[in-house]
């Protein structure tokens, strides 16, 4: 029987969207009780070889073992419910998920995406991208979105450590193209947009992290539709995600991924360079208050 169970277990994935956040989540609810990869594999009867896969992402459990696993840690209702859907279409390449006031269902994926990414590629039409605000700007935003103080300071955390994947020994490489609009808009007061923009120059200079400017008044162009990250990865197939205010959707298939490449290469052919996007964000600073 064990051996039936390793042969399917080691059935390949292509690392879907899906796929990757249900690997997360195995692996977030074992950390969270405390109970080793080893330790767990020895008292389910799994190789621990195949288990470390399921927890990467690279194979699948079947929903089978995926409700062994929640039942030995006693996962019930909505939080079960998520776990065994994911495990049913774990192999869907697209991934669409409708929002909720609570942390937003495919976050888990989102984390796994950037934990794994070796480089990030955003354009940016709306707000400056998470991975670059500061915690004052990003609580502005979250205390204007209909939210509950208990919310905005569980999603303000959430935001606040993605960000350290800038700045971890391996960090990724980040490149983002930010349309000046968002980039002028105001988020909160005076005050907050100074210590963002000062943010924002500091981030800049980092070795792996590349910020452009798109000016603004240039005209329509496809980029004017939305604002889309890439994540790439060493082993894995790349991913592309959008966000609204109502859903969120990842994407691998790869006519999808060529097309958002396609974007990404023109927004940035577009926009200014580093030193001269630099530059004006330094003026944006020295302008005399109105």
Request: charged share 25%; aromatic share 6%.
């Amino acid at each position: 029987m064990d051996g039936v169970r390793i042969i399917d277990a080691m059935k390949a994935t292509s690392s879907t969207p899906r796929a990757r956040a249900l690997a997360a989540g195995l692996r977030e609810v074992r950390e969270a009780h405390g109970v080793g990869l080893r330790q767990l594999a020895r008292i389910l009867g799994f190789a621990p070889q195949v288990l470390s896969l399921w927890e990467k992402g690279l194979r699948l459990p079947s929903v089978a073992d995926v409700a062994l696993i929640l039942g030995f840690f006693k996962v019930r209702g909505e939080k079960q419910k998520h776990f065994l859907e994911l495990a049913r279409t774990a192999r869907d390449p697209d991934w669409v998920s409708t929002g909720s006031p609570e942390i937003p269902e495919p976050l888990s994926g989102l984390l796994e995406c950037e934990r794994a990414a070796t480089s990030v590629t955003n354009w940016a039409l709306g707000i400056i991208p998470g991975l670059l605000q500061t915690a004052d700007y990003a609580r502005a935003l979250l205390s204007n979105s209909n939210l509950t103080v208990a919310q905005a300071d569980a999603r303000l955390a959430v935001r606040l450590g993605r960000q350290k994947i800038l700045t971890r020994p391996e960090p990724i490489r980040l490149s983002v193209v930010l349309y000046e609009a968002a980039f002028r808009e105001p988020v909160g007061d005076e005050d907050i947009m100074s210590d963002q923009y000062d943010h924002l120059l500091a981030m800049s200079r980092l070795p792996n992290v590349s910020l452009r400017i798109l000016p603004s008044g240039q005209g329509y162009h496809p980029g004017l539709l939305g604002s889309f990250l890439l994540y790439d990865y060493e082993d894995l197939p790349p991913i592309a995600f959008l966000e609204n205010y109502s859903g969120s959707v990842f994407l691998s298939e790869r006519e999808h991924i060529s097309a958002y490449r396609q974007l990404a290469k023109m927004v940035s052919g577009n926009a200014l360079s580093e030193e001269a996007s630099r530059e004006l964000i330094a003026e944006v600073t020295r302008q005399p208050e109105a």
